[in-house]
């Protein structure tokens, strides 16, 4: 069973940086694409910053130029360095992969698990 598991979320002023990292753990056999979304209260969880397997990237326009996705392929690991952030960048920050992971009896399971978030607030 693969697991994500999110770390680095906190409290920081507006204009403050902050950098979260998400690994993923268990019987992989490849991680494709990894990702970061939000959710703020009452709002639907939307789209941060993806990337590929092959390093392509796509962010969403309120992350533009202030946001940078980055992976380590050897460890299974995605990070999101936010900077100049703002106070409407508050939300729960949730990592999403998908992974192909090996079941004990040897086949090959797809997945698209997520993390269990973590907060990051911003405020003076």
């Known amino acids: 069973q693969v697991q994500l598991v999110e770390s680095g979320g906190g409290l920081v002023q507006p204009g403050g940086s902050l950098r979260l990292s998400c690994a993923a753990s268990?019987?992989?056999?490849?991680?494709?694409?990894m990702g970061w979304y939000r959710q703020a209260p009452g709002e639907q969880r939307e789209l941060v910053a993806i990337?590929?397997?092959?390093?392509?990237?796509r962010y969403a326009d309120s992350a533009k130029g202030r946001f940078t996705i980055s992976r380590d392929n050897a460890k299974n690991t995605v990070y999101l360095q936010m900077n100049s952030l703002k106070p409407e960048d508050t939300a729960v920050y949730y990592c999403?992969?998908?992974?192909?992971?090996?079941?004990?009896?040897?086949?090959?399971?797809?997945?698209?698990?997520w993390g269990q978030g973590t907060q990051v607030t911003v405020s003076s």
């Open positions: 999403n992969a998908e992974v192909k992971s090996k079941t004990p009896d040897g086949n090959h399971l797809f997945s698209k698990p």
């Open positions: 268990g019987s992989i056999v490849s991680v494709n694409t």
């Open positions: 990337t590929t397997s092959g390093a392509s990237t």
